[in-house]
Every structure is written in C-alpha cells, then in structure tokens.
C-alpha cells in the first residue's frame, strides 16, 4: 500500500502538471477559431461529441504552409544552442574555481552565485537595458576609457539577446556542475599526476568525464528555457530577432488566434521532448552496459 | 469543525465584502491625471485599483479569455465593436448613469458605427494618428521646407534615409500603420481586400531598415528627451511629449501634425466587461468620468479631446483652442474611420505586419 502511494506520488504530479494541461493546449491546437469567449470552437459546452467530431489537424498543416514559422523554429534552436554553449563556457570555469576554493569561502561563493535570484527576473533583465543602449554604462564606460570613438548598437540585436540569456541562466549551469565538481575526489587527479598525466591532461581525462553529468544538467536547464524565452528577445532583442517565444505571442495576442498558438506550442513540445527522450534512454543503455 | 466552518464563512463574508468595495479600471498608460483617481475614492469611498496597457491586443486577448476581474476597460472602437460582437460587454445601465447627458452628440454618431445606439459603451477620449517631429532637428536634417506635416516625411525611403540617424519611432500597431500607407498610395485606408492591403506591404518594407522601433508608448519620452526626432503615433501622446520637453526646457520643440493627406480619426470607448465583479461600482466610475469638470481635467491633463460637451467650458486653451485636439472643420472633413477586420483577413494583415517588422 505504502510502496502504491510512494510511486503514485510522482505520477500524479506528472498528470495534474504536464499531461491534463498539454491535453488542453493539445485539443484548442485541433480547434477553430471563433469570435467567442473563449475564443475558439468547439468547446466543452457543445457536447463531448460536438467536440471530438469537429477536431482536425488543419492549423498545423497551415505551419507547414507558410515559412515562419520554420524560419522561427531553426533561428530559436540556433539562439538556444550558441547560449547553451556560451553559458557552459562562462559557467565551468566559474563552478571549478568554486569547487576549488578553500572550504570555508564555498558558502559564500554559492551564495554570491544565487544572489541575483533576490531580484525580480523581469528588473534584471530591464537592467541591461540600461547598460546596453547607445547612452548606456557600456557605452559611456567604453567611450570613457577610449576604446571606441562612437557608441556601439548592442540593444536591439541579436548579441543582447545572447547576452541577457547567458546572464539570465549563468546560475542554472554552475550550480549542476558545482555539485558534480565538489564531490569530485581529489585523490583521483593526485593519482593521474603520479601516473604521468600533464595538469590539462589530468583535468581533460578525470575532471571533466567526471563532471559530465553536471555539465549534462547544466546544459538542459539552460537550453530547454532558452528555447522558448519571450522576455528576453522582447526586451533586448530587435524587431529583426525572430524567436518562437514572440512568433507565440503573436499568434495569441495580435492574431487572438488560439487554436494555431497552440499548433505551435505543441510542436515546440515535440522538438523538446524527443531529443530528450532519445537521449535518456542512450544513457540507459550505456548505465546497463557498464554493469 | 463548526469553528472552522464559521471562519470559513466568515472570510467568504469578507472577501465578498471586498469586492464589493472594489472597482477595477483597465485602462491606457499615461491616459488619465491621477488626482482623479484619489477623487474618486474620496467622493465614493471605494478602492479603486487602475492598470495600464498600451496595446488593443493585449486588452482583447484579456477580454476574449473571459474573468479578466476588471470592471471598466478601455478598448477602441474597433477592437470594441469586435468584443462586443463575441459577448464580451454588458449593456449600460442608463439610468445609474445621472451625467449622461453632458454626451457630445457629434461624437456619438461616429462612435455609434462601432456600438449601435451606444448601448455598450460611454465615448473617454479621441483623437487622430499623426505625425510627431522634433522641429529642430528635422529642419536641421531636411532643410526648412521639410515635409513635417504630409506621411512624406514617414514613407519617403529618401528621406527616412536621412532621418535615421536621429532616430524614428512607428507605432507597433498594423491597424493604425497599415491605414496610414494605403491612403499614402491613394488606396481606400479602410479597405479589407487582401490584394489592395497587399499593396501597403512595400511601402512599409521599403522604409522598415530606417526605423529604429516599434512600440505604441515609449515614443513619449524619447521625443521629449530629444532621442528621436520623428514619431508615427497618437495624437495626445505626442502633444504630451511636446508639454514634457517644455517643462524640462531642455531646447527641445515638439510638433505634431494631422497628416495633410488624411488622418485615422479613432474612439477609446469605456465598456464594462460581461463578468465585471463589480457592475454597480463600474457604473459609478463611468459616471465619475461622465462629469463635466472631471473629463476636463482628464483632457486637460492628457491632450486628448473627448466625447463630452459639456466638459468643453471647463477646458484649457491649450487644449480647446488646439486644432490638433480639436479640428476645425476643414481638418474633421479630411479625417477617416476603420472597420474591424474580418479574422482571415486579420491573420494577413498580422503576418504582412510580422513580415515588415523581422523582415521575414
């Protein structure tokens, strides 16, 4: 009885959190749009069969038809990938010199790593507006110092973007490889000195294969929201930096088109959710392998 | 158990009572003086509690989901005749509304193409979509005879070519841009034929690498702060700007001009929603606004012109004297009105708008 409750528990939490909701979202994506509230047919009102009967896949096959939408998808996994790896590459070296640092500094690292959570996301990114912009900090401190002779336009393109993401996600990324990296045993690179390994070689063979599964983490926590992000691109990017995030606000507030926001929520589910799925069950594979 | 089912009762009681003291006013940013708000709650003992937006969109997507928990709402026109086609407002209940009569019946008549015989809806402001410049700088970048009053200045690839660098802003609104370039190519501003709004999709294009942004709000303060010298945008908003930079004194001087080829005449109309908590309170807010010298303090303070006659006596000269706010004949004559779209011509008109802005 016990066990049936202890194993329900992550069940229920899947299907009252992901499965009932991307039901919905997945029937409106089936339905036709309507001047109504809400605003699309048919709805639970008419009937359980009114309501099955009148579905078709026809707002999907409109993606396929018009070539933003592709445009949008291929340019968000873009963005999400060249962040992804951005953050990896600003975020490792902050999570080894933590897991690196005296004992009794590690609280307050991880503390000074979560700070900025203090803060509403949306001021935070609002921020950048203020230092990025043609009289921003930047600008004014580049000028200042020389470097440049004319302020640079980084608001209102693609490099803010990429900015206020690795900003924004810095933490999701540190935090999983900080934990791989703390209870990395020391002894081990030790062991590789004494066998002949260079420091980089010890560090390329023992530290980051054993930080994988950090950086792993580390990697999905930063891509699967960047995938998706509206405030950013709304804030930073340009009227020329096409994501899925704003191609979805569009649809649901300029178009007040439901049933094909929801088309192209549900695709944006499946570009998620198979690569995930597919990736997990290699590691499976490989952990039974190793056994 | 009883003791639980009593303070459950109880803060049922309560928060019912709450609502009851409560009105909820969704309504444009920068649109309103806020001393009234505070009158308000002096002289009903009501909460007032008042959000902004800047966009019709973002208000009709509220409005369609249904519960938005407002109880006063500001669409215009369009976008209000469209609501209330879908069942989003209640009708107006005329005798809970004393001050009804200080209505403007010139205004009415226009506002009753969007809501027959006004039954859902009380006129709030109206105005025109123009042009708003920096003079100075314009003249400085154009010359003396620069086209500041004539959608050359806007459409032109040549000379936004030049008026780039000082900065353009168009208002993130396809229903007001797109009006705009089909009466720049001689078009019917208000037509719904996909193949003649096809036609305003190049001239936008063609001047789309010389904008520096589209937003409906933000123009306010970069025109008065001197950012940008050009705004395609709403009447009493550029003429707030122009008042800002004055009073910053800042040698900024702001002009806005109806364009000469024609205006979009719009309507920002008070309606209370279907489901609105509070109706009885709703009721009282519009008959707030409906009051002679509140609506002209409004207008005093937001340089808009409104739907109410007798608030005119107790207007500013600034404000009543302003041909800009209120036209004169001959402007009023060269004003025109649109329709809402029907919703397959609303997704080609969305995605021509996407097209322009992303160039995709």
New interface residues.
């Given amino acids: 009885m016990r066990r049936a409750v202890l194993i329900a528990v992550p069940y229920v939490w899947l299907l009252a959190l992901f499965l009932i909701p991307f039901a919905v979202v997945f029937k409106i994506s089936l339905s036709d749009i309507a001047l109504a509230i809400p605003p699309y047919t048919p709805t639970a009102k008419d009937g359980i069969w009114a309501m099955l009967s009148q579905l078709d896949f026809e707002n999907f096959v409109f993606l396929t038809e018009d070539d933003l939408y592709w445009k949008a998808y291929l340019s968000s996994l873009q963005i999400a990938f060249i962040s992804t790896v951005l953050t990896l590459l600003v975020g490792y070296p902050m999570a080894y010199a933590m897991a690196r640092a005296p004992e009794q500094w590690r609280a307050t690292l991880l503390m000074l790593v979560i700070l900025p959570f203090w803060t509403s996301f949306l001021i935070r990114v609002y921020a950048w507006v203020g230092i990025l912009s043609g009289e921003g900090f930047l600008n004014q401190f580049l000028l200042w110092i020389g470097i440049i002779d004319a302020p640079l336009t980084i608001l209102n393109t693609n490099t803010a973007v990429y900015i206020g993401i690795v900003y924004t996600y810095l933490p999701f990324m540190i935090l999983p490889i900080y934990s791989a990296l703390d209870r990395l045993d020391g002894s081990l690179i030790e062991a590789a000195e004494d066998l002949g390994c260079s420091r980089l070689k010890a560090f390329w063979l023992v530290t980051i294969p054993l930080s994988r599964n950090g950086i792993i983490a580390g990697c999905f926590l930063v891509f699967i929201p960047a995938l998706g992000e509206f405030v950013i691109p709304s804030l930073l990017g340009g009227s020329g930096t096409l994501m899925i995030g704003k191609v979805l606000f569009e649809e649901f507030f300029s178009n007040r088109d439901w049933p094909v926001a929801s088309a192209v929520a549900v695709i944006l589910l499946l570009i998620l959710i198979i690569p995930i799925v597919l990736f997990q069950r290699n590691e499976q594979r490989q952990a039974e392998a190793e056994q | 158990m009883k003791k639980m089912m009593l303070s459950t009762v109880a803060i049922v009681a309560l928060t019912g009572a709450a609502m009851a003291d409560e009105v909820r006013v969704y309504n444009w940013s920068d649109y309103i003086d806020e001393e009234l708000l505070t009158k308000f709650e002096e002289e009903t003992g009501l909460k007032l509690i008042y959000d902004v937006f800047d966009?019709n969109?973002?208000l009709?997507?509220k409005?369609?989901?249904?519960s938005s928990g407002y109880d006063v709402v500001v669409p215009s026109g369009t976008f209000l005749q469209?609501q209330i086609?879908?069942?989003?407002f209640q009708k107006l209940d005329t005798s809970k509304l004393s001050n009804a009569g200080n209505l403007w019946d010139v205004v009415e008549a226009r506002t009753a193409q969007y809501d027959p015989d006004n039954a859902y809806s009380i006129n709030y402001m109206w105005g025109t979509t123009g042009i708003g410049v920096n003079v100075g700088k314009v003249q400085e970048i154009l010359g003396a005879d620069a086209p500041m009053g004539s959608l050359d200045l806007i459409f032109d690839p040549a000379n936004m070519e030049k008026l780039q660098a000082c900065g353009v802003h168009f208002l993130d609104a396809?229903t007001e841009m797109i009006p705009a370039a089909l009466k720049y190519i001689g078009e019917d501003p208000d037509s719904h034929d996909p193949d003649v709004l096809a036609k305003a999709e190049p001239i936008m294009s063609a001047v789309r690498p010389y904008?520096?942004?589209?937003h409906n709000s933000e123009y306010i303060n970069a025109l008065a702060n001197g950012d940008i010298c050009v705004a395609f945008g709403w009447s009493g908003d550029i003429l707030q700007a122009r008042d800002r930079a004055a009073e910053a004194e800042n040698g900024v001087e702001v002009a806005y001009n109806a364009p000469s080829e024609g205006a979009l005449m719009w309507f920002d109309q008070m309606a209370i929603p279907?489901d609105a908590p509070n109706p009885e309170g709703a009721h009282m807010f519009l008959n707030f606004i409906l009051d002679a010298q509140n609506m002209a303090q409004a207008s005093n303070y937001v340089y808009y012109a409104n739907g109410n006659i007798a608030s005119q006596e107790f207007l500013v000269e600034d404000v009543i004297g302003d041909p800009a706010i209120y036209p004169d004949a001959a402007t009023l004559e060269n004003l025109y009105t649109t329709t809402p779209y029907p919703?397959r011509v609303?997704?080609t008109v969305?995605?021509m708008?996407?097209?322009v802005?992303?160039?995709?």
Avoid: D
Wanted: hydrophobic content about 35%; overall charge positive; glycine content about 10%.
């Fill in positions: 966009s969109e973002v009709e997507t409005m369609l989901a249904g469209r086609s879908a069942g989003a396809p904008v520096q942004k589209f279907v919703a609303q997704r969305t995605r708008w996407t097209k802005k992303s160039g995709t």
